[in-house]
Structure formats: structure tokens, C-alpha cells
T-cell receptor, first 113, second 115 residues
Framework: EPEVTQTPSHQVTQMGQEVILRCVPI?????FYWYRQILGQKVEFLVS????????KSEIFDDQFSVERPDGSNFTLKIRSTKLEDSAMYFC???????????FGSGTRLTVV | AQKVTQAQTEISVVEKEDVTLDCVYE???????LFWYKQPPSGELVFLIR??????QNEISGRYSWNFQKSTSSFNFTITASQVVDSAVYFC????????????FGEGTQLTVNP
């Protein structure tokens, strides 16, 4: 069964450093997403991406965040200058169309120290 | 604006008991989709079911069943004869394709099944 792949599974970074989280969505999916889950809390939407541009973003997705699909297969989330409160599990997801099943990756646990 | 409420923060049952997890949603759209995901201790999100707003038939899959009632805006999930492996956090989620593509999650219900 096709799956969404995320790397790395864990990342520890120092406050103020830039991090890039990587995802390979399912190949025939058109919509790509990033979600965040702070430990013990609910899963929160960050951004959706369609046709090589951001289609929707939440208030969490400020200027420190950016997304890119650099080569037609990878989908990345960059945090420019990490803060302690960016520590969370970050999930990538993809879907064939809006409302179809969303397939989630296994997540990247980001720890900012 | 879309909203999902899972009022039960934690539920604890003994193995073989039946348990129902509640989900109430708010939406202004007539077309929407409802989901349930399981998050085991390992952390990944496991898809359980997707239901569109035009299909109110209840669904059963093995020990799992779902009761969708538009009249009360609820999409409840029942596990029959619970097992220890069912212990996880369960999230209900909503998407409104005509308003955007995001999934809005509820707060989740931590289910603990004790032997």
C-alpha cells in the first residue's frame, strides 16, 4: 500500500537554528499538507499546498515557516529560526483531492533545545 | 467555521467491555467529510474511516462501528469487546472541501483498555 515517507524521524536542534523537515507524498496525490502536534495536544493544521503553491495556511504558519516542492517528489517544511515552542511532532500528509482520504506520514519529532 | 468536539478526554475500560467514543461537529457546509484516526503510543496517525455527509448509513468493520447522525451533528465510534491493543488516542476530524482542504481535528480521547 502506498505510503507517505518522512525524514528524519527525530531531530534535535538548538534554538535559533534552521531546520528542514522532509516528506515524500504518495506519487499520484495532488494535495500536500503539514500538521503539527504539540505533545499531549491535538493535531493542528499548518499549511496545504496544491499546484505548486500554498492553497491555505493557518495562523500558526507565520513568516518563520515555508514550504517547497523542489523536485516533484519531495515536499519540505522549513522553520527559519526555531523557538522552544516549535518542539512538536510534525506530520506530512497527502490526498488525491480535497475530501478524499488523507494519508499521513509517521511524523518527525522535533525537539528544540 | 468548522469545529470538532470530543468531550471525553480519557476513558478507561476493562478488556471485553464495549466502549463508545463521542464526536460532535459544527459546519455550515452541506458537503463535508468526517474521519476517525487512531494514534497508538508509537505516535503515528492510523486512518480508520472516512464518511461523507450524504451517506448516513452506519458502518461496521469487525469490532468497530460508527454511528453518523446529521440531526445531532454526531459521528460516534464504538469498539465492541475491547482489547488491550485498542489502547490509543482516537481523533475525530472534519474537512469541508468547498471551504478549503484542511482537516480539523478534535482534541482526542485517550482510551485505556485494562486487562
Amino acid at each position: 500500500e502506498p505510503e507517505v515517507t518522512q525524514t528524519p524521524s527525530h531531530q534535535v536542534t538548538q534554538m535559533g537554528q534552521e531546520v528542514i523537515l522532509r516528506c515524500v507524498p504518495i506519487s499520484n496525490h495532488l494535495y500536500f499538507y503539514w500538521y503539527r502536534q504539540i505533545l499531549g495536544q491535538k493535531v493542528e493544521f499548518l499549511v496545504s499546498f496544491y499546484n505548486n503553491e500554498i492553497s491555505e495556511k493557518s495562523e500558526i504558519f507565520d513568516d518563520q515557516f515555508s514550504v517547497e516542492r523542489p523536485d516533484g517528489s519531495n515536499f519540505t517544511l522549513k522553520i527559519r529560526s526555531t523557538k522552544l515552542e516549535d518542539s512538536a511532532m510534525y506530520f506530512c500528509a497527502s490526498s488525491a483531492w480535497t475530501g478524499s482520504g488523507y494519508t499521513f506520514g509517521s511524523g518527525t519529532r522535533l525537539t528544540v533545545v | 467555521a468548522q469545529k470538532v468536539t470530543q468531550a471525553q478526554t480519557e476513558i478507561s475500560v476493562v478488556e471485553k467491555e464495549d466502549v463508545t467514543l463521542d464526536c460532535v461537529y459544527e459546519t455550515r457546509d452541506t458537503t463535508y467529510y468526517l474521519f476517525w484516526y487512531k494514534q497508538p503510543p508509537s505516535g503515528e496517525l492510523v486512518f480508520l474511516i472516512r464518511r461523507n455527509s450524504f451517506d448516513e448509513q452506519n458502518e461496521i468493520s469487525g469490532r468497530y462501528s460508527w454511528n453518523f447522525q446529521k440531526s445531532t451533528s454526531s459521528f460516534n465510534f464504538t469498539i465492541t469487546a475491547s482489547q488491550v491493543v485498542d489502547s490509543a488516542v482516537y481523533f475525530c476530524a472534519l474537512s469541508e472541501p468547498t471551504s478549503g482542504s484542511r482537516l480539523t481535528f478534535g482534541e482526542g480521547t485517550q482510551l485505556t483498555v485494562n486487562p
